[in-house]
């Protein structure tokens, strides 16, 4: 379809457009040449030179000795990408635990963090400080020595207004209109050199991220990543990019309502597939005699999932069917995802994945069963290989990848002797 | 998301590419000085004279007397599209009808027929007959007189395989993997001085892009377009982009299910939305004493709907019962959407627009109830103002926008005075 913009680039932030590109063009072709980055990017050498020297100062790229040609003579000076310099930071605040993982420029993982914390009781306010809490430790973390951060990705299961930074509504957090980037930028004012930039994004975008970016299923461009906590949110990724909609909302498959007068939903609906196969809904089915009273301690809710993984391997009755049950509504609600968008594949996550070898058949034969295209066009439905970390990981992810949309908050960094000769902790 | 490309252009095609760049900055901008492409592209003057040449004698652009600027002095030449010389076909085949458009470069409509067609019973070779015999009389009539028809799209309703040019499954139709692209090629080889391209997609996602580019929402962004036939699909906008999924065949509402053990459809399962809402179940449901022992005359569906509009009209209660039903399901079918992809409007077509004013109440208040996100994400429902020809206006609209992409059928045309003189039927 036609884009309104007329050329190859817009009028604004050439410069800082074209320091992104160049950052991408490293990373596709590392260790690289300046005169194959021009190349590539069809800028001229010299304009390369500058930017390159650009990236260098602010700790993106870095000068290698190797050659990835061989030639004779002198080997060239090549580029890459400088992972010693720069972190990003993706927090997972779910309804009974915070993920918190650190990565570098080449999004290798400098630390990963999984802390239980009942975030509903908690409510917004506490939760914003133990998130700062939980940033300050990072950063003062040795893996993070000496590095930059570039800036800080909190994943929330709920709608998320994301240019605003603001949780319109998470009901399984009880949250409502919540103006999180802002609570946390307050926080967090002085908890690094400069101040940190925050990203609010829904966690079923961020999961669908780091799946595109590193799962098993990476550079699959047409997925969908499902989330498995309390709630059940989904990521589309179409085309390598993440569908937000028209206000940010996509993605809400735990509310499509699967079948009329249902059980109840977090939401104050009936029959939503969270109600029939979000975690919660599942634990009770496979495990009655934990909620005696209907009685749940949500910061319990791994311990009840490794509960429910025991009984089913030892094939008892009430687990094994009611995570069959599960499954069939799981993938009713992703024959929907298969009729509507159509994607080469949809992924489960979170707690689903201990739980798949169980939910998986029922969920792959509920897909088959209301797909109108033949073979379902092409979808498979696995697990992630990225477990409760995997939203955390996507928005760390997402702030290195905003780098490269020439998206650059570093200031031409103070050249540091330590800084230069570290390795690198991880 | 990253795009693999790492530089503005890719490397192949520069040249087509930038044809298709100037074309639509003159789109943009016209009427429009030669400097001011220049400017707005960023591509140098000498190559933008070169470019605007050849587009000249291809028929695309042409110079006109009048400065859009109020300058002193001698006016400077300016550009703007040549609306006399080309023309592209679109055709839609339904259950019931084919309709016909002819579109010139500014997407002004050269002609519209509607032919009452039972395609059904015709058949699919029946059915390319009859498609390439109306190509044969738009080719030859006045209206299109000393033009070069660029191509021609074919909408229908079912799966496409729009690169393979394949009716992958057409249930409404009773088509099954009908190659349509060859059969259509090989009926037209000598409809037209040189063979005319031909583009075969589903008529959902044409009726979506005639929306975005010339109905009442025009440059609505992410907007649904939901035919309203005897099947029911839906085209997906997003970001003004077509969302087709890894297969193509993404927007298969109509086969979504709706409801276990509903009413048989077309596709073989039950309670699809189709079964539930499609216009042949509303006219069964809506005229009872019409449909004595379920046969259904399809040639007469048009006939059928005014009869239905007619009772509604006279508040007749069988009648206005089942367009509120109907339109109820409908609603909770665009909640879905709403909930799944967000998007800023969802837009009834085809027969649902008689029938609205019955359909929308119910329709509205259905969205209302199942959408999750608050005030349905923005979502308004609204009605097509393109009526039946619709998907047909999509596809002649979607070969002159493959121009601008830098898809250019034509070779130089050999310069023509009689075209060039001639003021363009409509």
Redesign the interface.
Same mark, same amino acid.
């Given at each position: 379809?036609?884009?309104?913009r007329?050329?190859?680039?817009g009028f604004h932030d050439v410069r800082e457009a074209n320091l992104g590109?160049v950052l991408?063009?490293v990373?596709?072709?590392a260790p690289c040449s300046r005169a194959a980055v021009a190349a590539?990017?069809?800028?001229n050498k010299t304009t390369v030179s500058s930017l390159v020297a650009d990236l260098i100062a602010r700790g993106l790229l870095c000068e290698t000795g190797e050659s990835a040609e061989r030639r004779v003579g002198r080997p060239g000076v090549m580029l890459a990408l400088d992972g010693l310099t720069i972190a990003a930071i993706g927090i997972e605040v779910n309804v009974d635990y915070l993920s918190v993982v650190a990565v570098d420029l080449l999004e290798r993982d400098l630390l990963t963090r999984h802390i239980a914390f009942d975030a509903r009781s908690a409510g917004a306010d506490a939760c914003a400080h133990r998130i700062a809490d939980a940033v300050r430790a990072v950063v003062a973390d040795p893996a993070l020595s000496h590095r930059s951060v570039i800036g800080l990705s909190v994943a929330v299961p709920g709608?998320v207004d994301s240019p605003g930074g603001i949780v319109?509504?998470a009901p399984n957090l009880a949250w409502r209109g919540t103006p999180l980037r802002s609570l946390l930028e307050e926080l967090l004012h002085d908890a690094a050199p400069s101040p940190i930039p925050v990203l609010v994004d829904n966690d079923a975008n961020l999961g669908a991220?780091a799946e595109?970016r590193g799962g098993h299923l990476a550079r699959t461009?047409?997925l969908v990543y499902i989330t498995g906590e309390v709630g059940i949110g989904?990521g589309?990724?179409?085309n390598?990019?993440?569908?937000?909609?028209?206000?940010?909302? #996509?993605?809400?498959?735990g509310?499509?309502?699967m079948?009329?007068d249902g059980p109840a939903c977090g939401?104050g609906?009936r029959g939503c597939l969270e109600a029939l196969a979000g975690i919660e809904s599942i634990l009770r089915a496979a495990l009655p005699d934990r909620f005696p009273a209907g009685a749940l301690t949500r910061a319990d809710l791994a311990d009840l999932v490794e509960t429910a993984v025991d009984r089913a391997a030892a094939e008892e009755p009430t687990a094994v069917e009611a995570l069959h049950t599960a499954g069939t509504w799981l993938g009713?609600g992703a #024959?929907?995802?298969v009729?509507?968008?159509?994607?080469?594949a949809v992924v489960l996550g979170g707690y689903f994945v201990p739980l798949a070898p169980w939910l998986l058949p029922s969920c792959r034969s509920g897909v088959r069963e209301?797909a109108? #295209?033949?073979d379902a066009?092409?979808?498979f439905v696995e697990t992630s290989s990225l477990g409760l970390s995997a939203a955390a990981r996507g928005g760390a992810v997402a702030m290195v990848?905003a780098l490269?949309s020439g998206r650059l908050p570093l200031p031409p960094r103070q050249v540091d002797g330590v800084a230069a000769a570290d390795e690198g902790a991880s």
């Open positions: 379809m036609r884009d309104m007329v050329g190859p680039t590109t991408r063009a990373r596709t072709l590539a990017t069809g800028l709608l319109t509504r991220v595109y461009g047409d989904a589309l990724l179409m390598g990019e993440l569908l937000r909609g028209s206000a940010g909302f #996509a993605g809400e498959i509310h499509v309502r079948v009329e939401c609906r009713r #024959a929907m995802l009729n509507l968008v159509n994607p080469a209301l109108f #295209a033949p066009g092409g979808c990848d490269e």
